[in-house]
């Protein structure tokens, strides 16, 4: 059984899912691991696609956006690498703003793929472009981290199972843990 997980957001597949459309202040790149060296302006501001979807406890597009509930169950499982920012988010279609929701920064990318054993296209140029359809993580690389953005592909997070199984016991809904060897990233 995997240690490890690939945290994704799905959510239902017969439902309309809320999405992000724009984040008003686009300068920062919220998915390579760093931290910030100038101020982010609060809150963060950002506007949905023109739906009346299901709002999903993470969104993780160019932006990664989680709920309060869901900060706060990580934190609780022992994640400490995460960055919270005050975020509003708008719904256009309903003139809705949601303010339980903070734009996150999760600090720090980890080269833990066995890419030898994933099954993945590397291009060419910096390592954080590489495509997976099955990935093998080498956990001797993880250092037994929590959570972490996978430095060869930075969209993928991967979380430990302990925080899995704290998250689960919260009863968060939506979340999917896909095995890396499932993942397509």
Known sequence: MATYFMLECYGPDEAQRASIDTVEDDTFNWILA???STPVALPVRIILNANDGLMMPMFNPSILVMS???ISALTEAGVDN???YEAELFNPSTKTWFTNYKAVNIIGAVAAADLAK???EIHDGPRFDVDFDALVLDEAKTH???MFRLAECVTGIVVHESVKRAVER????HLDWVPPEEWIG
């Open 34 to 36: 760093e931290r910030f």
């Open 68 to 70: 309060d509930e869901l």
């Open 82 to 84: 995460l960055d919270c």
């Open 118 to 120: 994933s099954e993945c």
């Open 144 to 146: 037994g981290l929590l």
């Open 170 to 173: 919260q009863r968060i809904a």
